[in-house]
């Protein structure tokens, strides 16, 4: 059988709602999806990759054909190591377009035989982001509807363990 397993990759700090509709989207269209958070040290996460893995591993638990792992350097080679056809991104306006039509014309550069598929979340996540959801929360403002609620109490937990002057 021709199983067309496809990688979700993102940053997914934290989960939102957003990404949740579009794991749910890509679980429907492809055998097998990959949900891989970078390794990215360059970048100052606030959740770290085990507290990510761990809460998106229990969001997704009711997907059968979806897994979730951990993946550091180049995505093509991640991909191809994997024997994944696709590479699955969200596009929620055309402001993303632009940057992700240039990583997804880079990745065939690099490796022809992979293709992006580009799928729409529901609009009511067209403006959600994980860089606002951070900051929504950590100013006093309600997340509510955005992030599923385990999301919530983590960010609730890792806010209130933060020295004050990270905050
Ligand atoms: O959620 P993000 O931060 O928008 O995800 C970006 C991600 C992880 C898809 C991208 O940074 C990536 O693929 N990084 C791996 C390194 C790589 O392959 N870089 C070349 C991209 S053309």
Do not use: C, W
């Not at 397993?5 to 794991?23: E, K, M, Q, V």
């Amino acid at each position: 059988m021709n199983v067309v397993r496809a990688i979700y990759p993102g940053s997914f700090d934290p989960l939102t709602n957003g990404h949740l509709d579009l794991i749910e989207r890509g679980s429907k269209i492809f055998e097998e999806l990959i949900v891989a958070i970078l390794r990215n040290p360059e970048k100052d996460p606030l959740f770290t990759f085990s507290e990510r893995r761990a809460m998106l591993e229990q969001m997704v638990s009711s997907f059968p054909n979806v897994r979730v792992e951990i993946f550091e350097g180049l995505l093509v080679d991640y991909a191809m190591k994997k024997n994944a056809k696709a590479v699955l991104r969200g596009i929620r306006a055309i402001s993303d377009y632009e940057y992700e039509l240039q990583m997804a014309l880079m990745n065939r550069k690099l490796q022809p035989q992979l293709e992006t598929v580009f799928m729409m979340p529901a609009e009511a996540y067209s403006y959600l982001s994980s860089r606002l959801v951070k900051e929504i929360f950590r100013l006093g403002g309600s997340v509510r509807g955005l992030v599923p609620e385990l999301v919530e109490q983590k960010l609730r937990e890792k806010f209130t363990e933060l020295p004050l002057e990270s905050k």
